[in-house]
């Protein structure tokens, strides 16, 4: 009976040490949604999409634009499309959009992290989770997304309605964020505002609508309305990790006691550009600790019971 009580001891004190040692938050990591044949899209439509100005929308993922059912897409030229096509209403354009529909859908029925109704994204640093504003989201100012040193760090914006963002608004990447881990599923439509530095795959359901210079890393992609561009610069590129911000010495000077005192500032992280030789979002990306506890379970319970029989006979 000693012997057995010490071993049921020794069982209970392994699986503590498995579940301690895998990070809380690494095991509750929300997996990326899978984008399908989408991930080569810059820009998607399902009526039509409407370019005004020298627009530049390309990406070493994919800069392709397309339409689906819809046939129109004017304003290229001016507009550039580099490394991808224009597809209008063919067989790429409308399988992109069945597999936005899937995409939509699974971003739209992620459990809720938080909810953020009636709050100003501006001012707001985020950390990795599904947040849901049951009506529409604004950002005015700087919404900052920190990933807290994990480059798979997913964000997702359940948004009930409408997506607005204020001129010169911008989303922010700090400690390893990585926009291909931003998934923004909008109801009916989003606006993104003059100037708006934005980050992301936005899925509209309805219409989306990039203003006068806004800069998008990531896609806009709307499944039964338009998208209206103008003088907009998208990149759907490969994602690299945004940098951690590092620590910097710089000396300051005090005229009044003539000493020279250093101080530590942190260099802060702005949005990321597309550097390659990083992975595209694929499906099911999660921490394999889960696996590795079940299996150290199965394998002590397995030897309980070896020993409990062994007694036994």
């Known amino acids: 009976m000693r012997n057995r009580t010490r071993f049921i001891s020794i069982l209970i004190t392994l699986i503590l040490v498995v579940f301690l040692a895998a990070p809380a938050a690494v095991m509750a990591a929300e997996?990326?949604?899978?984008?399908?044949t989408t991930a080569s899209f810059a820009v998607l439509a399902g009526?039509?999409?409407t370019n005004t100005g020298p627009s530049m929308?390309?990406?070493s993922v994919g800069g392709n634009i397309g339409v689906s059912p819809g046939t129109a897409v004017t304003g290229f030229p001016p507009g550039a499309v580099s490394d991808g096509t224009i597809h209008s209403a063919d067989a790429t354009a409308l399988q992109a959009q069945?597999?936005?529909t899937t995409a939509y859908n699974d971003a739209a029925g992620r459990a809720v992290t938080d909810e953020l109704t009636g709050q100003d994204l501006g001012g707001l640093t985020l950390t990795a989770g599904v947040y849901k504003f049951s009506s529409s989201a604004q950002l005015t100012g700087t919404l900052i997304l920190d990933a807290q040193g994990d480059p798979e760090a997913v964000f997702i914006f359940q948004i009930g309605s409408t997506l607005t963002?204020?001129?010169s608004s911008v989303v922010s990447l700090t400690n390893g964020a990585r926009f291909?881990?931003?998934f923004w599923q909008v109801g009916s439509s989003a606006t993104l505002g003059t100037n708006t530095q934005f980050v992301g795959h936005v899925f509209a359901l309805t219409s989306i609508a990039a203003q006068t210079c806004a800069t998008i890393q990531g896609q806009l992609l709307a499944s039964n309305g338009a998208?209206?561009?103008d003088n907009n610069t998208i990149n759907n590129g490969v994602c690299a990790a945004a940098p951690t911000p590092t620590p910097t010495t710089t000396e300051t000077t005090d005229t009044t006691a003539t000493t020279t005192a250093s101080t530590t500032a942190t260099t802060g992280a702005t949005t990321t550009t597309a550097i390659s030789g990083e992975d595209v979002p694929e499906t099911g990306e999660s921490s394999s600790?889960?696996?590795s506890g079940l299996i150290l379970l199965g394998l002590a319970g397995s030897l309980m019971i070896f020993r409990l029989r062994k007694r036994a006979h």
Do not use: E, K, M, N
Not at 31 to 36: A, I, K, Q, S
């Open 165 to 167: 963002t204020a001129s």
């Open 180 to 182: 291909c881990r931003v």
């Open 289 to 291: 600790y889960w696996l």
């Open 98 to 100: 069945v597999d936005l």
């Open 57 to 59: 929308i390309g990406g």
């Open 47 to 49: 009526t039509t999409i």
């Open 31 to 36: 997996p990326t949604v899978y984008l399908g």
């Open 227 to 229: 998208v209206t561009l």
